[in-house]
């Protein structure tokens, strides 16, 4: 199972974008990254998955590099309501026998007026 | 959109006693669901895999005779924590995989239950 680093925390200011990069070194073949979003007392969110290169949706885009082996979630012009713990997942479909997705430390951002 | 529905949102229980926290899975089924565990400023922690129809994966260290795991139909996984003591008080997550099986699947996660056991 593939583990992630995050850094732990990020400051931002309202309208700035917010690039928080996530290390998963031993990424394997079939391994997705996903990213989470979790409010206090929530559960945590979908906000975007991807294998490779780009992808973007209406509320982020995930940066994918050619090794696979990091990965950049960007929140363009970011509001106070993005304030929470964004969480990086590596993992294979969590249907398969022996799989399962576990959580790293994630990353607390804080969004300033 | 997929919604996965978690009862009760908190419950307060005194030592000794069980408490029954029921997930479901509204608009679609989930033959796997998994239980999270959050302390406060702590990640979420895998306790364990629900399956349907069979008997649930623990992860290391998670007592299965304490924290019992039900999933008897497609819709509803059930986590019973039995003779709850004050170090039980947590935030559990339930979540299940919404997607086709021959595809990576993002999980949908429940707005958690708020235990305290007093």
């Known amino acids: 199972l593939a583990k992630t680093t995050q850094p732990i925390s990020m400051d931002s200011y309202e309208g700035q974008e917010v690039n928080i990069t996530c290390s998963h070194n031993?990424?394997?073949?079939?391994?997705?990254i996903t990213w989470y979003q979790q409010f206090p007392s929530q559960g945590p969110r979908f906000i975007i998955q991807?294998?490779?290169t780009k992808v973007t949706n209406e509320v982020a885009s995930l940066f994918i590099p050619a090794d696979r082996k990091s990965s950049t979630l960007s929140l363009p012009r970011v509001s106070l309501s993005d304030t929470a713990v964004y969480y990086c997942l590596v993992g294979d479909t969590p249907r398969a026998a022996g799989n399962k997705l576990t959580f790293g430390g994630g990353t607390r951002v804080l969004v300033k007026p | 959109g997929a919604v996965v529905s978690q009862h009760p949102s908190w419950v307060i229980c005194k030592s000794g006693t069980s408490v029954k926290i029921e997930c479901r899975s509204l608009d679609f089924q989930a033959t796997t669901m998994f239980w999270y565990r959050q302390f406060p400023k702590q990640s979420l922690m895998l306790m364990a895999t629900?399956?349907?129809?069979?008997?649930?994966?623990?992860e290391q260290g998670v007592e299965k005779d304490k924290f019992l795991i039900n999933h008897a139909s497609l819709t509803l996984s059930t986590l019973t924590v039995t003779s709850a003591h004050p170090e039980d008080s947590s935030f559990y997550i339930c979540?299940?995989?919404?997607?086709?099986?021959?595809?990576?699947?993002?999980?949908?996660f429940g707005n958690g239950t708020r235990l305290t056991v007093t």
């Open positions: 629900s399956n349907e129809g069979s008997k649930a994966t623990y």
């Open positions: 991807g294998y490779k």
């Open positions: 979540s299940a995989p919404v997607g086709p099986s021959s595809y990576n699947s993002p999980l949908h």
């Open positions: 031993n990424i394997a073949t079939n391994d997705y």
